[in-house]
């Protein structure tokens, strides 16, 4: 069974950066695609941005484009979100998540595992 968990999350001001790490169980990181997404309160989960396997494409929400950057380190099993310039309309929890390929992919369809989630709060 693959473990997702990601860790990082915290309170900062608008304006502020954070960075979000995810540790993925399994001897094959490399191979799977990596996924940030983030729910809003009473709000549906939206995607936020994807890295490849390699960790050589990565495709982000508009909403972040800019501001986050995605990156992976496969000897570690882990990826980062970066988010810089941060939004109180970026507070939400933040989830990991493993897809079924190595191609970077938008749609929660072709992820198969998933952390718990990190709050992000920023606050203005």
């Known amino acids: 069974q693959v473990q997702v968990v990601e860790s990082g999350g915290g309170l900062v001001q608008a304006g502020g950066s954070l960075r979000l790490s995810c540790a993925a169980s399994g001897r094959t990181f490399s191979s799977y695609a990596m996924g940030w997404f983030r729910q809003a309160p009473g709000k549906e989960r939206e995607f936020v941005g994807t890295?490849?396997?390699?960790?050589?494409?990565?495709y982000y929400a508009d909403s972040v484009k800019g501001r986050f950057t995605i990156s992976r380190d496969n000897a570690k099993n882990t990826v980062y979100l970066q988010m810089n310039s941060l939004k109180p309309e970026d507070t939400a929890v933040y989830y990991c998540?493993?897809?079924?390929?190595?191609?970077?992919?938008?749609?929660?369809?072709?992820?198969?595992?998933w952390g718990q989630g990190t709050q992000v709060t920023v606050s203005s």
């Open positions: 998540a493993r897809a079924r390929g190595v191609v970077v992919v938008r749609s929660e369809m072709h992820y198969d595992y």
């Open positions: 890295i490849s396997g390699s960790g050589g494409s990565t």
